[in-house]
């Protein structure tokens, strides 16, 4: 166990909905980031937080947009939903200084249809 | 932009075998290398990492990894594998001055160990 939590662990969404996904980092932990695993690949960063703000972003577009709470859980909120979405959105914390170790939650599956 | 490629993308094996994962990145600044493992059903786990010094890291599970800088090569090994390996290997990449600090994962190895 890593003590990253995320929830939920299953979603079915319809395509243009809204959704947010919710993680919380192991104790400890100063920053949260958000990775995208498409079936068959591997994971592809989104964003990542330090002390509530953005602190890097990989491309994805201004839809995919988040938010760290001053207690260190995070939330990653995607707008107008389309179908290639459909994938598991992983949650990592760590700790600044440790050289980019990053500890991850099991995911949230997400299927829009 | 930085980008992590995995030799095989399907590796099937008996036990005590020897496994060797290829994994070649593309940046050239200073970098800390990682294996994460991904059993099935269970979360991606830290199998070893490469931060500096002695090119060659231990990690759990006898796992073993190699940096080879002028080959931009992170390969991992393992001497005689079990039924147990049998998960999906990543590579991953963190560039040291990237803003965040930010892992670039390659696509990932299965590996499926026959008993």
């Known amino acids: 166990e890593t003590g990253v939590t995320q929830s939920p662990t299953h979603l079915i969404k319809t395509r243009g909905q809204q959704v947010t996904l919710r993680c919380s980092s192991q104790s400890g932990h100063n920053t949260v980031s958000w990775y995208q695993q498409a079936l068959g690949q591997g994971p592809q960063f989104i964003f990542q937080y330090y002390r509530e703000e953005e602190n890097g972003r990989g491309n994805f577009p201004p839809r995919f947009s988040g938010l760290q709470f001053p207690n260190y859980s995070s939330e990653l909120n995607v707008n107008a939903l389309e179908l290639d979405d459909s994938a598991l959105y992983l949650c990592a914390s760590s700790l600044v200084g440790q050289g980019g170790i990053q500890y991850f939650g099991a995911g949230t599956r997400l299927s829009v249809l | 932009a930085q980008s992590v490629s995995q030799h095989n993308h399907h590796v099937i094996l008996s036990e005590a075998a020897s496994l060797e994962l290829g994994c070649n990145y593309s940046?050239?600044?200073?970098?800390?290398l990682f294996w994460y493992v991904q059993y099935p059903g269970q979360h991606l786990q830290l199998l070893l990492k490469?931060?500096?010094?002695?090119?060659l890291v231990k990690g759990i599970k006898g796992f073993e990894a190699e940096f080879i800088k002028s080959k931009f090569s992170f390969n991992l090994r393992k001497p005689s594998v079990q039924w147990s390996d049998t998960a999906e290997y990543f590579c991953?990449?963190?560039?040291?001055?990237?803003?965040?600090?930010?892992?670039?994962f390659g696509g990932g190895t299965r590996v499926l160990v026959k008993p």
């Open positions: 940046y050239g600044g200073t970098v800390n």
């Open positions: 991953a990449v963190n560039q040291i001055k990237a803003a965040g600090n930010k892992l670039t």
């Open positions: 490469y931060f500096s010094g002695d090119p």
